[in-house]
């Protein structure tokens, strides 16, 4: 049972653009909503998170906005680089306990 | 402050055979998760130890198993291993502060083929 669905699987940008992913969850007792940004061989690292009380966060050129009532959530990068090129994971976490359900990840690739 | 550090990074192992992956927490963290990655796919939890208990497991069948430590490093157990066990097994610790649990800060993986 996929309860967070991630689209699309995999993007290609050109250095300068913006990239734009988006993920829809089913739980409504996720409570905490974190995007992790995987680079090949390694671990997922936490690139931003964001709570249902807040409908956009943005830390630098890394942008979560979220729509409670439509039980989605998105990650925008302004100003796409090279180095951004990785797969990024969104996930969400119930209140209780610190399991994280992910999504399928979307695979970014910047193009210079 | 040392991070999140798995052991071995790569194995090969024959179906039918067990496996022990180990992990050493970050420094402070006393709550640690273990995740299975398919190729391709997003992780999958696993389970979720603290304080040497564990607290909160996945849709895993028994043969997966785990250890917390006094140190609140951890050790995963697979036995009876199958193909489908192939995977990148992720570890992930975290301590309170933020929330119930905290932050997830993973470790690089353990890289596991079974022919």
């Known amino acids: 049972q996929q309860q967070v669905k991630q689209s699309p699987q995999s993007l290609i940008v050109q250095k300068g653009g913006i990239s734009i992913i988006n993920c829809a969850y089913e739980n409504t007792a996720f409570d905490y909503f974190p995007w992790y940004q995987q680079f090949p061989g390694k671990g997922p690292a936490l690139l931003i998170a964001i709570r249902p009380d807040v409908s956009e966060k943005k830390e630098g050129r890394f942008t979560i906005s979220f729509n409670k009532s439509a039980k989605q959530f998105s990650l925008h990068i302004m100003d796409s680089q090279p180095g951004d090129s990785a797969t990024y994971f969104c996930a969400a976490r119930r209140a209780a306990g610190n399991k994280l359900t992910f999504g399928g990840g979307t695979r970014v690739l910047v193009k210079p | 402050e040392t991070g999140v550090t798995q052991s071995p990074t790569h194995l090969i192992k024959t179906r039918g055979q067990q496996v022990t992956l180990r992990c050493s927490s970050q420094s402070g963290h006393n709550t640690v998760s273990w995740y299975q990655q398919a190729l391709g796919q997003g992780p999958q939890f696993i389970f979720q130890?603290?304080?040497?208990?564990?607290?909160g497991r996945g849709n895993f069948p028994p043969r997966f198993s785990g250890l917390q430590f006094p140190n609140y490093s951890s050790e995963l157990n697979v036995n009876a291993l199958e193909l489908d066990d192939s995977a990148l097994y992720l570890c992930?610790?975290?301590?309170?502060?933020?929330?119930?649990?905290?932050?997830?800060?993973f470790g690089e993986g353990s890289r596991l083929t079974v022919l």
């Open positions: 130890y603290y304080r040497e208990e564990e607290n």
């Open positions: 992930a610790s975290s301590r309170p502060g933020q929330g119930i649990f905290g932050e997830l800060f």
